[in-house]
């Protein structure tokens, strides 16, 4: 029987209606694939610059965030740090719920039918909102009975509890940021998304400080200051965001008037389908990097710091293919949108090579000046030692987590989802970590063993998600998921 998935591809023509315009990067008939294939890449990295750059001042945030803590004491720089851990997990579920919007957007856009695009963002809002309250629940409440579970000194877990019940607050602004950035990204405007970024960065370091450390007659709220500075930035990046999509003039041919005050439940469903499968998958490699961090943990100071060095500057570089991965998602969901089957093909290659020569890059900087990059951390002698042994690891690392990001990112543009979760669930725990446990702590090789076990994993997820782009991408799926013309 023919294999069915929610990308059902039910059109085997190369070509289907819909293609009204030539999209960014569009090709011309005789023009040399070399040509083809560079008009593609910059047409992927025009779109990925302006995501990159979003995507490295969350990261900005989080060191702004460490130094305010860090200059009120180890106590409060501790709770900052746990309490972050904890919300990274809602911040990640919130932003792959909405990982859902873009591939939609495009695809109606490249159909022809962007003025259905609010009627998409009207049910992704009100989906937005509700997981937006959920999170807010469960981190605020749910978050101090896992802080208590941890065992943690009581002055701290004090601290945690504070700065998880302020934070939590940002909770439903931040999902319907990410639904409005969806739109927006969607469409194929993606600098609002760096902008806004800048714009909060530029916001929390002066609010920090003001809520964290007293001033102009406000208490010092520490820890709970911190968490509050964000939730309020969140708030305000959200009500902008939400401004600028609504009025400014760069969003042409969408009908809000038409669809105002419309709620489609079949659409909602089929975002929510799409979206947590999305969720999912990300959970999975954020559980598996949790998982050997923890398992690390055990063997000391200086290789947890060694590990949390080589995983900082590996993070830092991630965001180059994250950023490209949601770009091609993009580019791909537009060619599904104007029925191009070479062109969806063709984008999420374009996206998967791109991000893999963005990670060779960092893998040469990682084999070649590990000593220079782990000393912006640190200076001490054991630390150093283990974190240049793990950089060679993470060099390695670097081109499977490329590969493995831009697969999906090109997977998520064909609305393929259920598949890329188990796909990862498998590598990722059924793997990676049952491997670098069984080198790392049953073993010898200690926490070089555990990152051993995340390339095999990052390795296997590699595979198997190109394996699934590569035959799915041989087909055009059905645009099941855009709503009926008139709706």
Known sequence: MRERTEADATHAAPRLPGAHRPAYGATVPGMPRLAIAAREMRATIRLAG???????????????????????????????AVGASIWSFALIALSGLMMAVPP????????????????????????????????????????????????????LARNVDAFLHAISFGAPPLAVFFAARGLSEGLGVTWPTMAFALAGLALLAPLGYVLMYGAFGLPALGARGSGLANALVVWAMAAGYLAFVRFAPFYPGLSWRRTRR?????????LLRLGLPMAGSVLMEVSMFSAAGLMIGGLGDAAVASHQV?????????MVPLGIALATTVRVGNAVGRGDAAAMRRAGLAGIGLAVLAQCGSALLMLGIPHLLAAIYTNDPAVLAGAVALLHLAAIFQIFDGMQVSANGALRGLKDTRAPLMATAVAYWGIGIPLGWWLGLHGTLGARGVWMGLIAGLAAAAALLLLRFDLLSRRLPARYAAPAPGL
């Open 310 to 318: 080589a995983l900082n500057l590996a993070s830092v570089s991630f």
């Open 104 to 155: 939609t957007i495009a695809e109606l856009d490249g159909a022809g039918r962007r003025h259905e695009a609010p009627l998409v963002f009207r049910q992704a809002f009100v989906l937005a909102v509700a997981a937006g309250l959920l999170a807010w629940l469960a981190v605020g409440w749910g978050g101090p009975l896992l802080v208590a579970a941890l065992g943690l000194a009581p002055e």
């Open 50 to 80: 302006p995501l990159i750059g979003g995507q490295l001042c969350l990261i900005a945030a989080n060191v702004v965030d460490l130094v305010l803590a860090g200059h009120l004491g180890a106590r409060v720089l501790g709770a900052v």
């Open 262 to 270: 419309r709620f489609h439940p079949a659409l909602m469903m089929m």
